[in-house]
T-cell receptor, first 111, second 110 residues
Framework: SAVISQKPSRDICQRGTSLTIQCQVDSQVTMMFWYRQQPGQSLTLIATANQGSEATYESGFVIDKFPISRPNLTFSTLTVSNMSPEDSSIYLC????????FGQGTRLTVV | QKEVEQNSGPLSVPEGAIASLNCTYSDRVSQSFFWYRQYSGKSPELIMSIYSNGDKEDGRFTAQLNKASQYVSLLIRDSQPSDSATYLCAVKRATDKLIFGTGTRLQVFP
């Protein structure tokens, strides 16, 4: 299984600011995904990060709010822009091989 | 109707008992199904994957799949307090996206 390093592990941010979360994989993977997990909830898919093209966003998520980069087959970033307290969540990157594996998650608190 | 449905629980079982976790899904063309365990404050970890109708066993865990009924289950035999966690059912769409249920919280008491 792929080893996924995600950082930061946690952060406390002021409203109106932006945070960029990084996800590094130890092998080349075609499919990378970003999820959000709000307190006490399950995982909601934000977008699929495609190498060499724009990310594909799920309903309810937009590029202006959650811009994603995927410069190569081992790395991706998710930015949470113009944050509000409602963005306080755990954000998880995931890679898909035969099965999906997750990074350690980023616990974001917006104050 | 949600794409993947689970009973949120909590499901409480005594130590040593069998815990039975259930999941239904709506997309008939789904072919790949997964169970993840998530401890509080941690990211999900894969327990089992199942792709064919029937049972798949791995240690104390058995996954069961019935595509006709669009039903997936996970049995945990000889439940231990360390099994106390939230169990997430996930279904892979034809687009390779993984969609999760809301999770079932399992409590195993000594």
């Amino acid at each position: 299984s792929a080893v996924i390093s995600q950082k930061p592990s946690r952060d406390i941010c002021q409203r109106g600011t932006s945070l960029t979360i990084q996800c590094q994989v130890d092998s080349q993977v075609t499919m990378m995904f970003w999820y959000r997990q709000q307190p006490g909830q399950s995982l909601t898919l934000i977008a699929t990060a495609n190498q060499g093209s724009e990310a594909t966003y799920e309903s309810g998520f937009v590029i202006d709010k959650f811009p994603i980069s995927r410069p190569n087959l081992t790395f991706s970033t998710l930015t949470v822009s113009n944050m509000s307290p409602e963005d306080s969540s755990i954000y998880l990157c995931s890679v898909l091989q035969a099965e999906a594996f997750f990074g350690q998650g980023t616990r974001l608190t917006v104050v | 109707q949600k794409e993947v449905e689970q009973n949120s629980g909590p499901l409480s079982v005594p130590e040593g008992a069998i815990a039975s976790l259930n999941c239904t899904y709506s997309d008939r063309v789904s072919q790949s199904f997964f169970w993840y365990r998530q401890y509080s404050g941690k990211s999900p970890e894969l327990i089992m994957s199942i792709y064919s109708n029937g049972d798949k066993e791995d240690g104390r865990f058995t996954a069961q799949l019935n595509k006709a009924s669009q039903y997936v289950s996970l049995l945990i035999r000889d439940s231990q307090p360390s099994d106390s966690a939230t169990y997430l059912c996930a279904v892979k769409r034809a687009t390779d996206k993984l969609i999760f249920g809301t999770g079932t919280r399992l409590q195993v008491f000594p």
